[in-house]
């Protein structure tokens, strides 16, 4: 990975459109590499609505021999970084550029909805959609089993919540970055038991974009590469009843997966970006990952330990999308704040070792839909 961007995010009510957001992020992303838009032969997007690759491509002003438009929700950019570093490696393409944008809020402002709570009403979900089991119901169902089957308690759940906005206090460029507390988050409007307002993501606008290039490609850049090291992909479920088990994620597979393959171990990792729509996918992610046994995850996250110098394992360490930003598939910004740590360019809120050096291995993993999907990548710096 050569080069990292993000557009705009946030609030948005300028006319600003999504095309605009993917222009905006791509142009940065070229720019941070030094690359010119001509050497971009490969191209990988997907998004909310109707946002399809041959049209962002054009607008781009792109032609690509390559394209992916894998769509499996919030892991779709880590599946299509695995997909984009497989066709470098196969000799198919030298520079892929990723790129989303979304205008999700400004959409939501405008009575205009551009996607839904579900992945549609078709097929196994038409038994559910009806009844108004939507993705946050089945986010707090699955968080409701966890509590039931390991003890966990709400209130380690809010921790989440509280140390991803300390972090996002430390981000010049999250949204929300005033300090909250455990009693702030539980004494929030109850939205889905037991998620109240501050369990779930904000919603934003904004996009992001990242370029991974051929190592002949990389000695023509200007920063350092960030290396993939290994990746897992995995698809679990659509229909809940075809979920084997609430509080096991698609990371469970994903995840060992992409670190057998790096040839590196979970607690060798210096930070994790995880996707965070609700408290309890870090969580459970951090769980299925390896960086704690299964039912140990509310210990885990007490006492500060994910927050950047908390003394534990720094996580989501822009603020995620509790905090900082969430347009929807927010799984490339993971992949950006992942890259920006290790190249030791984060300000306040940069992650250091014990000995005071950069990170060297990162791990982002998102997940689709509700716990449907899972996309690893393990990262590092040189």
């Avoid at 909805?113 to 097929?123: D, K, V």
């Avoid at 009844?131 to 003890?151: C, F, P, Q, S, V």
Wanted: aromatic residues 6%; charged residues 20%.
């Amino acid at each position: 990975m050569v080069g990292v961007a993000l557009s705009d995010c946030g609030r948005l009510d300028d006319g600003t459109t999504a095309y605009a957001l993917h222009a905006q992020a791509a142009r940065r992303a070229l720019a941070d590499a030094g690359l010119d838009r001509s050497q971009v032969d490969g191209f990988a997007s997907a998004g909310l609505g109707t946002l399809a690759p041959v049209e962002v491509a054009e607008y781009l002003g792109l032609r690509p021999t390559w394209v992916d438009s894998t769509s499996v929700g919030g892991a779709t950019w880590e599946v299509m970084a695995a997909h984009a570093a497989d066709a470098i490696t196969a000799g198919h393409a030298r520079a892929v550029l990723l790129v989303y944008g979304s205008t999700a809020r400004a959409d939501i402002r405008a009575g205009r909805r551009t996607g839904t709570l579900s992945f549609g009403t078709r097929g196994p979900l038409q038994f559910e959609a009806p009844y108004g089991h939507t993705l946050i119901a089945k986010y707090a169902m699955a968080a409701r089993r966890h509590l039931i089957e390991y003890g966990t308690t709400v209130e380690q759940l809010a921790e989440v919540a509280v140390q991803a906005r300390a972090n996002a206090a430390l981000n010049p460029e999250a949204l929300h970055r005033t300090p909250i507390t455990v009693d702030d988050v539980q004494s929030g409007p109850l939205i889905a038991d037991p998620f109240t307002k501050l369990h779930c993501c904000l919603r934003s606008d904004g996009g992001a974009a990242v370029l991974l290039a051929a190592e002949d490609v990389v000695r023509d850049c200007r920063t350092a590469p960030v290396w993939v090291l290994g990746t897992g992909e995995y698809v679990s479920h659509s229909a809940m009843s075809e979920w084997p088990d609430f509080t096991v994620s698609p990371a469970a597979v994903s995840g060992p997966l992409a670190f057998r393959r790096a040839g590196v171990r979970p607690e060798e990792m210096d930070l994790a970006e995880l996707y965070d729509a609700f408290t309890y996918m870090t969580l459970v992610t951090l769980e299925d990952l390896g960086f704690c046994a299964k039912g140990e995850g509310g210990a885990f996250v007490e006492k500060g330990r994910l927050r950047v110098g908390g003394g534990g394992l720094p996580v989501n360490t822009d603020g995620g999308g509790l905090s900082a930003q969430h347009p929807g598939m927010r799984g490339l910004f993971l992949l950006v704040e992942a890259v920006r740590q290790l190249r030791g360019e984060c300000g306040g809120r940069q992650v250091r070792r014990a000995d005071g050096s950069l990170p060297r291995l990162a791990v982002a993993s998102g997940t689709g839909g509700w716990f449907c999907s899972s996309g690893t990548v393990v990262l590092a710096r040189e």
